[in-house]
C-alpha cells in the first residue's frame, strides 16, 4: 500500500487543492517500509490527482477536499480518507491500526474569483 497525506509541517494540510506537499509512505504488512515528502512544484486541485497516480498512491488521507478533486481520484483509483486533522505520522499509524478518525462527508468549496471559501467539515478549516 502507498498512502500519501496532504502535508504541513508534520501535520495533514486542511486543503487538498493547495497542497504544495504530500507525505508518502509504503506500507508493508502494516509496517512503514518507507516515507517521503514530495513537492508538488505548483500543481493546482487538477493535476494533484495525476501526480498522485504517478507517485503509485493507492490512498489519500487529506483535510478538506471539493467535490472534482474527489471525482479526479476517484477515477484514478486512489481511496480517500477525507476530514482528518492532527500530525501524518499519527494519521498513518491510525489507518493501519483500523482506528483513524475521519469524515467522508467533508467538502470544501473554494471560489478563486473573490477567494470565498467554505468548507463542510464536522470539527476542521479548510485550508
Known amino acids: 500500500m502507498k498512502v500519501a497525506v496532504t502535508y504541513d509541517s508534520g501535520d495533514v494540510f486542511q486543503h487538498f487543492g493547495q ?25 493546482g486541485h487538477g493535476a494533484l490527482a495525476g501526480f498522485l497516480k504517478e507517485l503509485g498512491v493507492d490512498t489519500l488521507i487529506c483535510g478538506g477536499i471539493g467535490a472534482g478533486a474527489r471525482n479526479m481520484l476517484k477515477e484514478a483509483g486512489i481511496e480517500l480518507y477525507p476530514g482528518v486533522q492532527g500530525n501524518c505520522d499519527q494519521s498513518l499509524k ?11 462527508d ?21 485550508g
Open 106 to 126: 467533508t467538502q470544501c468549496n473554494h471560489h478563486h474569483e473573490g477567494e470565498d471559501h467554505e468548507c463542510h467539515n464536522h470539527g476542521g478549516t479548510c
Open 94 to 104: 491510525d489507518l493501519i491500526d483500523g482506528t483513524l478518525t475521519y469524515d467522508p
Open 19 to 43: 497542497c504544495d506537499q504530500f507525505k508518502v509512505y509504503e506500507v508493508k504488512e502494516g509496517n512503514v517500509t518507507k516515507e517521503q515528502i514530495h513537492n508538488t512544484n505548483g500543481s
